[in-house]
């Protein structure tokens, strides 16, 4: 552990402190955010005593990243979340911007730090050690991920960044400079397995006794994960964050009993309803939407942060000591579709059908027949054979059975030649709508 005295404290003396910790967020987004301080007051709470301690968390409205685009501006490239002086940021990272003006996200010295340290906790669970060497596939340039590969050396780590996009010089760097760790989408860890097996390289001989993937879903997905580790003959964990709160907020450790919440005492985590808003009691096994809250930020802090991003949650206790509750990512909104009132997410799809390994290969292409999320009956999906499978209507029929039986939806499963569809770099595409020829109507 990173941060033993921290990781196992026991949970309910972290919310305690936390408590503590919101309050006093609480009365610096009033003084310093006229985001927040101007959203706080319409709702109807006009002072930080009124807002309560986290108990009352759930009456606060929630914040949407729609709002925080539009508050930016040219006199406030930032937004008016801002809550620091210019002269106190140290670091400014930024997204694509789809409107025009990109997402900055803004870090004083004690927010980076505060990352920086959420990341080794989370990087530490997965069980590398000082002394170590790792490659990573992560870009830096202006996106969050730069905070998390600041982790490495303090972790006691020797860091080999070769980027996306640079497939050769990885396979060098493993075979000449042995690291023990490789961080990448699972993906990305896939398509090396594929590339590998073409050349006939021995990855499971290789130095690789680690694989830490996040960026994407599908770490964690067993089926994946088997793939991956027979693949690699390496362990894999997974890792889970998000750019506006912190990278690598959730790390998976060697129990590889999903993502324990490494930002204990940085940020605070609720669950609710995706559709209503309502909280969903954060039990063992239950489901829900996360929301964020910084509890000790400075730059831009945010407050009921919704991330779209849908998980399970595990609370009871992990034989690895730490005592923070486990998640699991099971899609997200931006990706999800409605099929028939049942919501579908591309990552259930790719596990339903990765459990017919060895006759796939794992790669999926979803393709919706309208554009939007609602979508008539069956969904189409394109599912690659292996190397040297052959297709026939009985794997095709077993997998629609499959899909059926475990995501109440109907499919129509369409299998293609190995080597047919896309690899990526970086995160995997699974859905594809170029077929897509109409909006959705309300029948879907």
Same mark, same amino acid.
């Given at each position: 552990?990173?941060?033993?005295?921290?990781?196992?404290?026991? &949970?309910?003396?972290? !919310?305690?402190?936390?408590?503590?910790?919101? !309050?006093?967020?609480?009365?610096?987004?009033?003084?310093?955010?006229?985001?927040?301080?101007?959203?706080?007051?319409?709702?109807?709470?006009?002072?930080?005593?009124?807002?309560?301690?986290?108990?009352?968390?759930?009456?606060?409205?929630?914040?949407?990243?729609?709002?925080?685009?539009?508050?930016?501006?040219?006199?406030?490239?930032?937004?008016?979340?801002?809550?620091?002086?210019?002269?106190?940021?140290?670091?400014?990272?930024?997204?694509?911007?789809? =409107?025009?003006?990109?997402?900055?996200?803004?870090?004083?010295?004690?927010?980076?730090?505060? &990352?920086?340290?959420?990341?080794?906790?989370?990087?530490?669970?997965?069980?590398?050690?000082?002394?170590?060497?790792?490659?990573?596939?992560?870009?830096?340039?202006?996106?969050?991920?730069?905070?998390?590969?600041?982790?490495?050396?303090?972790?006691?780590?020797?860091?080999?960044?070769?980027? =996306?996009?640079?497939?050769?010089?990885?396979?060098?760097?493993?075979?000449?400079?042995?690291?023990?760790?490789?961080?990448?989408?699972?993906?990305?860890?896939?398509?090396?397995?594929?590339?590998?097996?073409?050349?006939?390289?021995?990855?499971?001989?290789?130095?690789?006794?680690?694989?830490?993937?996040?960026?994407?879903?599908?770490?964690?997905?067993?089926?994946?994960?088997?793939?991956?580790?027979?693949? &690699?003959?390496?362990?894999?964990?997974?890792?889970?964050?998000?750019?506006?709160?912190?990278?690598?907020? &959730?790390?998976?450790?060697?129990?590889?009993?999903?993502?324990?919440?490494?930002?204990?005492?940085?940020?605070?985590?609720?669950?609710?309803?995706?559709?209503?808003?309502?909280?969903?009691?954060?039990?063992?096994?239950?489901?829900?939407?996360?929301? #964020?809250? %910084?509890?000790?930020?400075?730059?831009?802090?945010?407050?009921?942060?919704?991330?779209?991003? %849908?998980?399970?949650?595990?609370?009871?206790?992990?034989?690895?000591?730490?005592?923070?509750?486990?998640?699991?990512?099971?899609?997200?909104?931006?990706?999800?579709?409605?099929?028939?009132?049942?919501?579908?997410?591309?990552?259930?799809?790719?596990?339903?059908?990765?459990?017919?390994?060895?006759?796939?290969?794992?790669?999926?292409?979803?393709?919706?027949?309208?554009k939007g999320v609602k979508q008539a009956p069956p969904l189409k999906v394109?599912?690659? #054979?292996?190397?040297?499978?052959?297709?026939?209507?009985?794997?095709?029929?077993?997998?629609?059975?499959?899909?059926?039986?475990?995501?109440?939806?109907?499919?129509?499963?369409?299998?293609?030649?190995?080597? =047919?569809?896309?690899?990526?770099?970086?995160?995997?595409?699974?859905?594809?709508?170029?077929?897509?020829?109409?909006?959705?109507?309300?029948?879907?």
């Open positions: 552990m990173f941060e033993p005295e921290i990781e196992t404290r026991p &949970w309910a003396e972290q !919310r305690e402190q936390d408590d503590a910790l919101y !309050r006093e967020q609480i009365r610096y987004l009033f003084a310093k955010s006229r985001f927040f301080r101007d959203k706080l007051t319409a709702a109807g709470f006009t002072t930080p005593e009124a807002v309560g301690g986290l108990d009352d968390i759930s009456a606060l409205p929630l914040t949407e990243k729609d709002e925080l685009r539009r508050s930016r501006s040219e006199a406030d490239p930032i937004g008016t979340h801002l809550a620091a002086p210019m002269e106190e940021v140290v670091r400014i990272f930024s997204t694509s911007g789809t =409107t025009g003006i990109p997402s900055y996200i803004p870090l004083t010295a004690g927010d980076l730090d505060n &990352w920086v340290r959420t990341s080794c906790r989370s990087y530490a669970a997965s069980g590398v050690s000082p002394g170590q060497r790792i490659v990573t596939t992560y870009n830096a340039g202006p996106f969050v991920a730069g905070a998390a590969l600041d982790a490495f050396p303090r972790l006691g780590l020797c860091h080999i960044p070769v980027g =996306t996009g640079n497939t050769e010089r990885l396979l060098a760097a493993i075979k000449l400079l042995k690291p023990q760790a490789l961080a990448c989408t699972p993906s990305y860890a896939l398509h090396l397995a594929e590339i590998g097996r073409d050349r006939g390289l021995d990855l499971r001989g290789s130095s690789i006794e680690r694989i830490m993937v996040a960026g994407e879903p599908g770490g964690g997905e067993p089926a994946m994960r088997t793939k991956l580790q027979e693949a &690699w003959n390496a362990r894999v964990t997974e890792a889970m964050g998000i750019g506006d709160i912190s990278v690598s907020l &959730w790390g998976e450790c060697e129990h590889q009993q999903g993502m324990h919440f490494s930002g204990r005492g940085f940020v605070h985590f609720e669950l609710i309803d995706p559709e209503t808003g309502a909280p969903v009691p954060v039990a063992d096994g239950a489901k829900g939407e996360l929301v #964020l809250t %910084h509890l000790r930020h400075r730059g831009a802090p945010l407050l009921r942060f919704r991330t779209r991003d %849908h998980a399970v949650i595990w609370t009871e206790p992990c034989a690895c000591g730490r005592t923070s509750p486990r998640v699991r990512c099971i899609g997200r909104t931006d990706d999800m579709l409605i099929v028939r009132g049942v919501n579908v997410f591309p990552s259930a799809v790719r596990e339903v059908v990765n459990r017919f390994a060895p006759a796939v290969s794992g790669v999926i292409s979803i393709r919706p027949s309208a394109v599912v690659e #054979l292996a190397e040297g499978a052959a297709p026939s209507d009985d794997l095709r029929e077993r997998i629609e059975r499959d899909m059926r039986a475990t995501l109440v939806v109907s499919t129509a499963v369409q299998l293609v030649p190995a080597g =047919t569809l896309p690899r990526s770099e970086y995160k995997s595409k699974l859905l594809d709508f170029s077929e897509a020829t109409s909006d959705a109507n309300g029948d879907a």
